[in-house]
Structures are given as structure tokens and as C-alpha cells.
């Protein structure tokens, strides 16, 4: 296996990003962040769902036949999230009552049957873990930014309630980032996630453009030297 | 009868173990079997089952007690810790109410003692006509049918409108504290809009319409169960 694992992380956290490059599992994207915590929760509990699918659908791929492969997935999937979400509800109540609505809503996430169909049935166990680890940090990733972007816009504050996900030891991180804020109610809504994901994709996209440029320079420069050798 | 011999048994069951494992020696052949196919899916099936049970098995107890948590942490909202002695989660009181304004085919009671004598009950209503499906409230009352606090423990209705009407948003449904049907007439159990009491929120008048008309509602249903309810004993 010639793949490196830094390739797999760049490709989760950025280049192939499920939300920003793939544009997929835009669902429970949008239902979920209007609060950076509840971002940071879901994304959380997608990742680890996603691990634990990509490592079993690896560990068996040799023995899944391709014709039955689909619903092999979706029962696997579907095991998986109502472990998660039994889980969460016994021993994380209170981040459950905030999400417990969109744990089941996992299944659904094309997300991880899209890893397990592209990724987790072809490739190795510790590679397939990894990916799904990348992956679902990508997701978590973006979930985290455009909670805190409609979070600050919608009602001026960042990480409102993240003491209840994390514990009481994160209160610090709750913060008023603007003060008497009166609040502004489209970033709460789903308009406004889409709104704001259109501004984020734009920007992924010029910030790509610009650092495209770059290297595109440094290799013209080096190539004649490369050819000298 | 035939008793088989141990020793062939065991013989038997290595060569059909020996058969089995030769199968999986060649898996592109295998995989490509239906009957492999029929089985591999059934065994995952059964496999995804069993880890189901098991799981609920591990998580049951631990969920109850939770959810037993919540509904105290509510109870003690709505009911003044003063009014009662006992366990009020302990014996809840069951009343069959298919059709009246609870808007649920039995309504669990749960109900305030203090020195034997019933002080006050507190019960789950659902609040019809929310701007997204029912509300679920919960309703304390005392003996003379005063409300001793309302709590809205569920709801869908949008965020920044309509949810004002958590106390974690906002005060207005402390405003429901110590009214009556006797003490507030038919006309005044409205929204302001409508000609009543009760504020609705800038934007949002159907949730605060709702819950006005549920909580009258249940307290309707309260004075048509009074009897019943306050001589209820163990």
C-alpha cells in the first residue's frame, strides 16, 4: 500500500472534504448549527460512527460480496448509530436531549455509506480507521466553523452551552462575542446556513486559488535543476 | 436406538470443519455462491440484531434513570417543594382521558401529598397547534385548580420565535402562575391579539396561541377530574 497517511489526512481535512469538496451530508450540516456546540457534538458522533463502520466494513471486505454489499452496509450503518445513540443517551443525557433528534439521522448521512462503498471496502483496516478519523475530523471541522459562524452572526455569542457537551471544566469557552447583541434571526434559520456555507465555499475556494499559485512557481523553478541531475 | 461412538462423532465433525474452512481458502469463488450470498447476509443480520440486544441490555438501566432524572428536575418546576412530603414520581395515578384536552388516551398523574392529604397534581399535556406539530407541556395545579407552574418539556417550533417559550429563552411562561379558570374568564385566556391576557412574541403568534389554549385546556380537564384526583389516596 504506496498510500501515505499524511495524503489521507490532507484529503479528509481539506482537499476531499466531505462538506466543502464533496458537498455531501449537507442534512444534519444544516439542521445542526446553529450552535457551535451542537456542531462540535454532532460532528463528534459522526466521526465516531464513521470509524467504527469504515474499520468493520474493512476487517470483512474480502467476504462481502459485491451484489449484497449495500444492505450489508446499511445494516452495519444502522447497528452502529443505534449503539451510538443508546450510548449517548445513557451516559452523555444532557449533549443527548440537545441532539438526540439527529443521532438516528446518522443513518441517513451518505457520508459514511459513501467511505464505506469508496474507501473502507477496498483498502486495509488501519488505513480505513484512519480515513474514517480524517474524514469525520473534516466533517466535524466543518461543522464547528459554520456553527460558530451562524452562532456569532445569529446571536452574538461563540460556544454558548459547551459546558454541557464537554463538562464544566469548558465553561471558559463560552463567550459573548458581541455584547447587547439583539440578534439576527436568518442565521438561525436553514436560509441562513445556506447562506453562510455558500460565503465558506467561496473563500475555501480562493484561498485554494491562491495557494495553487504558489507551488505551480516553485516547481517551474525546479524542474530544470531536476533535469540536470 | 443408535448410540454413536464418541470417536466417530469427533471424526465426522473435523471433516465437515475441514470442508467448511477449504471453502474460504478460494473467496472470490465463494463470494461469488448464492447460497453464500443467502447466508452472509442473514448472519449479518443476526449479528447486528445481537449487538442491538446486548446493547439495550447495558444501556436500560442507566437510560431509566436518566429520563426518571429529567422528569424530577420538571416536577420540581412546576410543584413547590413545600406543598409536598412524599415521592410524587413514586405512585403515579393513571386516568383514561381518550378524546379531552390532554390530547393523550391515559394521562399520568402525578400527584402532591403533604401529611396524607393531596396539596397539589402535576401532569404531561400535549398543547395542540404549534407552529410545528404539538407542544408537550407540563401542568402543576393546586387543590383549588391554580396553576403552580407550567413548563414546556418538548417542542419543534422555530429557534428565535417561537421557542420563547422555554424558560431558558425567556419569562413569559411564568406568566400562567397563579391563574384559574376562576380567577381569569373564558375571554381572557387568549393571546393579546386576540383579545386576551397572555403577550404572544413579535413574529410569533401561533406557538403562544397554543399554549394558552392548551393550558386552559388542562385546566379544564383538572376541574372535570377534581373529585377524582383529591380523593385520591394510596
Not at chain 2, 61 to 67: D, K, L, M, V
Not at chain 2, 101 to 106: A, I, K, N, S
Not at chain 2, 143 to 155: A, Q
Request: proline residues 4%; hydrophobic residues 50%.
Amino acid at each position: 500500500m504506496s498510500e501515505s497517511l499524511s495524503k489521507i489526512a490532507k484529503e479528509g481535512l481539506w482537499s476531499n472534504n466531505i462538506v466543502f469538496s464533496q458537498s455531501i451530508a449537507l442534512c444534519p450540516l444544516l439542521a445542526v448549527t446553529g450552535t457551535t456546540a451542537n456542531g462540535l457534538g454532532m460532528g463528534l458522533a459522526t466521526t465516531a460512527v464513521l470509524m467504527v463502520c469504515n474499520l468493520l466494513i474493512s476487517y470483512a471486505r474480502r467476504l462481502i460480496p459485491p451484489e449484497i454489499r449495500i444492505p450489508v452496509f446499511v445494516a452495519l450503518i444502522a447497528m452502529v448509530v443505534t449503539l451510538v445513540d443508546m450510548a449517548m443517551n445513557a451516559w452523555l443525557h444532557e449533549l443527548h436531549k440537545v441532539l438526540g433528534l439527529f443521532i438516528p439521522l446518522i443513518v441517513t448521512n451518505c457520508a459514511i455509506l459513501g467511505r464505506a462503498e469508496a474507501y473502507a471496502s477496498r483498502k486495509p483496516p488501519v488505513y480505513a480507521l484512519f480515513d474514517g478519523l480524517m474524514m469525520g475530523l473534516g466533517f466535524t471541522l466543518a461543522l464547528v466553523v459554520l456553527g460558530a459562524a451562524r452562532e456569532v452572526t445569529g446571536s452574538g455569542t461563540l460556544f454558548a452551552n459547551a459546558s454541557l457537551l464537554l463538562g464544566q471544566g469548558f465553561a471558559w469557552l463560552e463567550t459573548t462575542v458581541v455584547p447587547e447583541y439583539r440578534g439576527f434571526l436568518l442565521m438561525a434559520l436553514p436560509p441562513g446556513g445556506f447562506l453562510m456555507l455558500g460565503f465558506i465555499l467561496a473563500g475555501k475556494r480562493m484561498l485554494d486559488k491562491r495557494l495553487a499559485r504558489v507551488p505551480a512557481g516553485a516547481a517551474a523553478l525546479e524542474r530544470p535543476l531536476a533535469e540536470n541531475l | 436406538m443408535i448410540v454413536p461412538n464418541r470417536e466417530t462423532l469427533r471424526q465426522f465433525a473435523a471433516v465437515q470443519w475441514q470442508k467448511l474452512r477449504r471453502q474460504f481458502d478460494d473467496l472470490d469463488a465463494l463470494r461469488q455462491r448464492l447460497d453464500y450470498q443467502t447466508y452472509f447476509l442473514a448472519a449479518c443480520a443476526l449479528a447486528a440484531s445481537l449487538a442491538l440486544g446486548v446493547g439495550d441490555l447495558i444501556t436500560k438501566g442507566a437510560i431509566e434513570r436518566r429520563q426518571a432524572e429529567d422528569l424530577r428536575a420538571t416536577l420540581g418546576q412546576v410543584l413547590p417543594e413545600a406543598l409536598y412530603d412524599n415521592d410524587v414520581l413514586a405512585n403515579p395515578q393513571w386516568i383514561p382521558s381518550r378524546g379531552e384536552e390532554t390530547g393523550l388516551d391515559r394521562t399520568e398523574i402525578f400527584v402532591a401529598r403533604k401529611g396524607g392529604e393531596v396539596t397539589a397534581v402535576a401532569f404531561r399535556m400535549l398543547a395542540q397547534g404549534g407552529y410545528a406539530g404539538a407542544l408537550t407541556l407540563m401542568l402543576g395545579v393546586d387543590r383549588d385548580g391554580k396553576i403552580l407552574g407550567v413548563r414546556v418539556i418538548s417542542h419543534a417550533e422555530t429557534p428565535g420565535l417561537g421557542d420563547k417559550v422555554e424558560t431558558s429563552k425567556s419569562g413569559w411562561i411564568l406568566g400562567f402562575d397563579g391563574r384559574s379558570l376562576g380567577n381569569t374568564p373564558a375571554q381572557g385566556w387568549r393571546v393579546k391579539k386576540d383579545g386576551g391576557d397572555f403577550d404572544q412574541f413579535a413574529g410569533a403568534t401561533i406557538t403562544p396561541r397554543a399554549v394558552v389554549k392548551g393550558v386552559e385546556g388542562g385546566l379544564k380537564f383538572f376541574e372535570r377530574h377534581r373529585q377524582e384526583l383529591l380523593g385520591a389516596t394510596d
